[in-house]
């Protein structure tokens, strides 16, 4: 259902940090997105449950996951997108033999859909929150204790807080609960940041951010709940500085991802600022990935996000 994937330790970001950069490249995933973690878990769960269909709303890597999870458990999957989905992702989706139906102007409309398709026979899939996907995105940090890393810190991007409760839930399960996590978004789609600074959960008019895998209007409660627990740090980065990260990940390590992935490689920078983390010598790098985007496409962003370039 998903893969031990690399642990590398990047010179060039550790070289520029001062500091040993290991990233945990989950966009080396069959899916390219660390999803198929959970998403593969709660799958396998709900098929022993009875589930006989697995169905999904997202378009994105959450949707790619549901279907190669079905694939792979030989359960048919319903993704429901709207008509904002690209052919590509939508192409992707079909590849993993799923049936994609476009339903709707936006994804609230399609995700209605999908809930209303649901039978009793059917498992739906949320992309981030169920205890079952944080149960297996944990997996990511026990693979890091088991190759003996043990990490000052660890950096990774929030959309609706599902990988943060995985990665906290792997550190506690590792006896880590006291290592700090960096929670990092984008402007735009910084409902997190948000919700912290408000001690409760907020909820985005909209999402402005090109990072759309970050783009949950609010995050899950757990998510929230868990700064209360343990140490939580939040960064947010501009949509141009996410692009960066990504730039340098292609240009250092020869690895596309989405901004999303990109916006925790660009918090990087921000860390030395966070008095807590000074004197952090191992931070792990959650190279979380995406499928959602190309070379072509991140210059065409970093193009758009240039300040420098007039735009009509
Ligand atoms: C899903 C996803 C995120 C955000 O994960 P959440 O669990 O929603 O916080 C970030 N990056 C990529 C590439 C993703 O697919």
């Known amino acids: 259902m998903y893969i031990e994937t690399p642990l ?14 290991w990233m945990k490249i989950e966009a080396m995933q069959p899916t390219g997105s660390f999803k198929a973690r959970g998403i593969g878990h709660a799958c396998a769960v709900y098929k022993e449950r009875g589930a006989r269909r697995f169905v999904s709303s997202s ?21 429901v997108v709207p008509e904002t989905t690209s052919e590509r992702a939508k192409h992707l989706i079909g590849m993993e033999n799923a049936e994609v139906v476009v339903h709707g102007k936006s994804w609230d409309e399609a995700n209605r859909f999908a809930l209303a398709s649901c039978t009793s026979a059917d498992a739906f899939l949320h992309p981030f929150d169920d205890p079952l996907l944080w ?8 693979e890091v204790a088991r190759a ?23 550190l506690r399960r590792n006896g880590w609960e006291r290592v700090p996590i960096v929670a990092v978004e984008t402007e735009g789609a910084d409902s997190y940041a948000r919700s912290l600074a408000a001690g409760e959960r907020i909820e985005l008019s909209a999402i402005t951010s090109i990072a759309t895998s970050l783009g949950a209007r609010s995050v899950c409660a757990e998510a929230l709940a868990l700064a209360k627990l343990r140490p939580v740090a939040s960064i947010v980065v501009s949509d141009r500085q996410a692009v960066a990260g990504c730039f340098e990940l292609l240009t250092e390590h020869r690895i596309v991802v989405e901004p999303a992935c990109g916006a925790s490689v660009a918090a990087l920078d921000a860390l030395a600022q966070e008095a807590e983390l000074r004197d952090a010598r191992n931070i792990l ?25 007039e735009t009509a």
């Open 8 to 21: 590398v330790e990047s010179r060039a970001l550790s070289e520029r940090l001062g500091k040993s950069v």
């Open 59 to 79: 378009g994105g890597n959450a949707g790619l996951a549901v279907a190669y999870a079905g694939r792979k458990l030989g359960v048919p999957v319903l993704v």
């Open 135 to 142: 149960e297996g995105h944990a997996t990511m940090i026990d």
């Open 148 to 170: 003996r890393l043990e990490p000052d810190a660890v950096v990774l991007s929030v959309g609706g807080g599902g990988l943060l409760c995985g990665v906290a839930e792997g």
């Open 285 to 309: 790098l959650i190279v979380c990935g995406g499928v959602g985007t190309s070379v072509d496409q991140l210059n065409r962003w970093r193009t758009a996000t240039d300040p420098n370039t």
